[in-house]
């Protein structure tokens, strides 16, 4: 991927089908920008709507806003919609990798790990 603009990235994951597991980082951080910097409402009347404006009609609805929002979200609509045996990955269980981290039951306690990080740490010193 290449930021900051993520081009290549979001017109292949346009063009793919599923199943795969889009970058929600970059999803996110959309959304963020997008609710940061557009308004909800517009601060002024377009000119095309300045002739039949009236005050009593409230505040105008930024709808290009409301559009880019759509398009944000409306990926994960079309996955949610998608074929979902398709939609799926088909991993077997492979019993050398499941015997070795075996449950995870020889890993360290929290406390340990700290303590270990710890020592580490000083000895880096």
């Known amino acids: 991927m290449q930021p900051p603009h993520f081009s290549t990235y979001r017109r292949e994951l346009a063009e793919s089908s599923p199943p ?22 517009l601060s002024k009347v377009p000119e095309a709507m300045a002739a039949t404006y009236q005050e009593a009609h409230g505040p105008i609805v930024n709808f290009w806003r409301c559009w880019k ?4 979200i409306d990926f994960f609509v079309k996955q949610e919609n998608s074929d979902t045996r398709a939609a799926h990955y088909d991993i077997k269980k492979d019993r050398d990798v499941l015997d070795f981290i ?6 360290y306690p929290d ?15």
């Open 69 to 72: 929002h759509f398009l944000i």
């Open 102 to 107: 075996g449950d995870f039951k020889s890993a």
């Open 20 to 41: 795969l597991i889009p970058y929600l980082g970059l999803t996110l951080q959309n959304l963020i920008v997008l609710d940061q910097v557009n308004p909800v409402f």
């Open 111 to 125: 406390f340990a790990l700290r303590e270990l990080i710890n020592r580490r740490k000083r000895q880096a010193t």
